[in-house]
């Protein structure tokens, strides 16, 4: 072999260790790259774990709380609707009429849906009452049937002295069936306020608890 061929296997030599350092430091560089880059990504999936570990207790909480409240509100209501006359659990909707209610029964629930129709505030208070000549009972309470059954109907005295009778008895104390000063029967209830009148009312009678 000549000293020229010599010089350029020595110089082959020479760049081939080059290339072999740059290699080298190359894949030094990328590793530790790799490793900075999986060490963020532990720190990323330990944040994200710490994350969602406070996101399900918070979330917890926030069932235990809704669930406390629902609670309290069923527990309300049931308490509420245990308090109320068989009148006023018709006319909030809580209990349905029963097919075999009596004739009675329906008027007088009529009559209760139409009370601020017929009835007048006596005395400067709250007390409030219904006479049956005086405010004309009857004919109101034709009405109110008649547009329940879609067809005009005709009352006798005695069917709705009948249908006030029931009307106090419904309302369990709340309301008084008597005869007035000049004779004719009239009903009365002391505090109109203090009556659940409709599914509003009762609505509102839970707000009102629940606050």
Known sequence: ??????????G?????????DDSEEAIKTLANRVTRL???IAEL???????????EKKLARTNKRVTTLEEKSSEGALALECK??????HLAGVDELSPRATASTKRAIALAQIWDKIARTVGGGPRQVANIKRDNIIAWMEEAM???????????????HRAMETFANLFEGKAE????????????????DAIIWSSEDLDAELRQQSM
Do not use: W
Not at 148 to 159: H, T
Not at 177 to 192: A, F, S, W, Y
């Open 1 to 10: 072999m000549s000293r020229e061929d010599e010089r350029c296997d020595v």
């Open 12 to 20: 082959d030599l020479g760049a081939n260790d080059t290339h072999a």
């Open 38 to 40: 999986e060490a963020k």
């Open 45 to 55: 999936v330990d944040q994200v774990d710490e994350n969602r570990v406070d996101h």
């Open 84 to 89: 109320l006359t068989e009148m006023e659990r």
């Open 146 to 160: 008649a547009n329940e059954e879609g067809a005009d109907v005709s009352y006798s005295p005695k069917q709705v």
């Open 177 to 192: 069936h008597r005869k007035g000063k000049n004779g004719t029967r009239e009903l009365v209830i002391d505090d109109p």
